[in-house]
């Protein structure tokens, strides 16, 4: 069994050991880079991302690594980098060709240190002021507007080889829980939700992002308490069959209590493989990594996750 279904993450400023042995023996997809557990300055960030590479076995493609680089107040590379605007600083201005040339800007920094992916941009409608984890990382509260400076976004970070990550499909603008702590609820029947949140996704597809970052949030108009990065309905009926979406999705962090933790975990990533997830996203947890290590073997094995669906994804 390989791991070629899990964005792997780490502690430490360095490649441990066994994040080593995970990319040149079982295959993962890539690895996350997160602010608080992996950033010192910039010289240190291309020195891991090379031994990440590296340790790749001969032949492999490069792998994919990830960060958080939204601007504003998520800047994952530290503060040794440049410190860009966030989205909703961005939307603030009306310019769509600025919210480009930052993200082309950002990217260039991006790949200088060796990152390939960001997960960026934020296409979630700032639509509920109630809402506690989304705040000025939205570029407003039209969604028409925030489809065009996501648009942007994409058009700028992919101009410098970088794939544009949209997310929180299929948008968790309206709700007041926050999926660190809880199952948030997003109420949308199918017309309010294509209405509404789905319109900066669609501008955002249209624009050619590679990759869709799933969220953890139930939508009744769905699957009722399913949360949507575990529901067929909206992976398969909603992105793939509606939308047309044809490159990569991947989970929202799994480490979320909108998602069973514990050993639990293990059933939640099986349970989002089946639905149509292409990749899980793991957290720096040594115990979860191996947990879903043993479990997503087991899964193979009893015929549940398929070797097929590793190539394929």
């Given at each position: 069994m390989t791991l070629a279904r899990l964005m792997i993450a780490f502690d430490g400023t360095e490649l441990p050991r066994s994040a080593a042995k995970r990319i040149s023996e079982r295959g993962v997809a890539g690895v996350t880079l997160f602010y608080a557990h992996n950033i010192a300055d910039p010289p240190q960030i291309r020195a891991l991302n090379a031994a990440i590479q590296d340790a790749r076995p001969a032949g492999a493609p490069p792998l994919l690594v990830a960060v958080d680089q939204e601007g504003g107040q998520l800047v994952a590379l530290g503060a040794a980098t440049t410190q860009f605007a966030g989205a909703m600083a961005l939307g603030a201005t009306g310019d769509t060709e600025l919210a480009e040339r930052v993200a082309r800007a950002m990217a260039l920094e991006l790949r200088a240190v060796g990152v390939n992916v960001n997960y960026a941009p934020v296409c979630d409608?700032?639509?509920?002021?109630?809402?506690?984890?989304?705040?000025?990382?939205?570029?407003?509260?039209?969604?028409?507007?925030?489809?065009?400076?996501?648009?942007?976004?994409?058009?700028?970070?992919?101009?410098?080889?970088?794939?544009?990550?949209?997310?929180?499909?299929?948008?968790?603008?309206?709700?007041?829980?926050?999926?660190?702590?809880?199952?948030?609820?997003?109420?949308?029947?199918?017309?309010?939700l294509a209405a509404r949140e789905l319109v900066p996704f669609r501008t955002a597809l249209d624009a050619g992002a590679r990759i869709v970052m799933t969220g953890h949030f139930a939508l009744p108009g769905a699957d009722s308490d399913l949360?949507?990065?575990?529901?067929?309905?909206?992976?398969?009926?909603?992105?793939?069959?509606?939308?047309?979406?044809?490159?990569?999705?991947?989970?929202?962090?799994?480490?979320?209590?909108?998602?069973?933790?514990?050993?639990a975990q293990v059933v939640d990533a099986i349970a989002a493989l089946r639905a149509g997830e292409d990749v899980l996203l793991g957290t720096a947890d040594e115990?979860?990594?191996?947990?879903?290590?043993?479990?997503?073997?087991?899964a193979q094995r009893r015929g549940l996750i398929h070797a097929d669906d590793d190539a394929a994804a």
């Open positions: 409608v700032a639509n509920n002021p109630a809402n506690p984890a989304l705040g000025i990382r939205s570029f407003g509260d039209d969604p028409e507007t925030v489809g065009q400076f996501a648009a942007a976004t994409v058009r700028g970070l992919q101009a410098e080889g970088v794939a544009a990550t949209v997310k929180h499909f299929p948008g968790a603008g309206d709700t007041t829980a926050d999926p660190h702590h809880e199952l948030p609820v997003v109420a949308r029947t199918p017309d309010e949360p949507t990065s575990l529901s067929p309905t909206v992976l398969r009926g909603l992105l793939r069959d509606q939308l047309g979406f044809d490159g990569v999705t991947v989970t929202d962090a799994l480490d979320m209590h909108a998602l069973a933790q514990g050993s115990a979860a990594i191996e947990r879903l290590e043993e479990g997503l073997a087991q």
